[in-house]
């Protein structure tokens, strides 16, 4: 089970946090991150950080813009949004990777001009 939370409105050139919390047990997460989905596109993969920390992984779109961070003993991760572009306005999913990958409910991101 996983909850996210952080979305919301704002204007171009805000900025949100998201945060989500993982509860899997009794599997162990291999990495955390982000996918985002926005109206008539395919799910596309934001940001994703191993649970060491040692990878992580941006998509072209939101390099130099968004950051990804985690706590592993809380089983979290996060993703700091700034400069936000009308382009950006998604549902937001998090995910945490085990054997599978687990799914979080979508948390929605709506970027105004």
């Known amino acids: 089970q996983l909850q996210a939370s952080g979305g919301g409105s704002v204007q171009a050139g805000g900025s949100l946090r998201l945060s989500c919390a993982a509860s899997?047990?009794?599997?162990?997460?291999?990495?955390m991150g982000w996918y985002r989905q926005a109206p008539g596109s395919e799910r596309e993969l934001v940001a994703v950080?191993?649970?060491?920390?040692?990878?992580?992984k941006y998509a072209d779109s939101v390099k130099g813009r968004f950051t990804i961070s985690g706590d592993s003993a809380k089983n979290a991760v996060y993703l700091q949004m700034t400069n936000l572009k009308p382009e950006d306005t998604a549902v937001y999913y998090c995910?945490?990777?085990?054997?599978?990958?687990?799914w979080g409910q979508g948390t929605q991101v709506t970027v105004s001009s």
């Open positions: 899997v047990s009794p599997f162990t997460i291999n990495a």
């Open positions: 950080r191993s649970t060491t920390g040692e990878t992580e």
């Open positions: 995910f945490a990777q085990t054997f599978r990958n687990h």
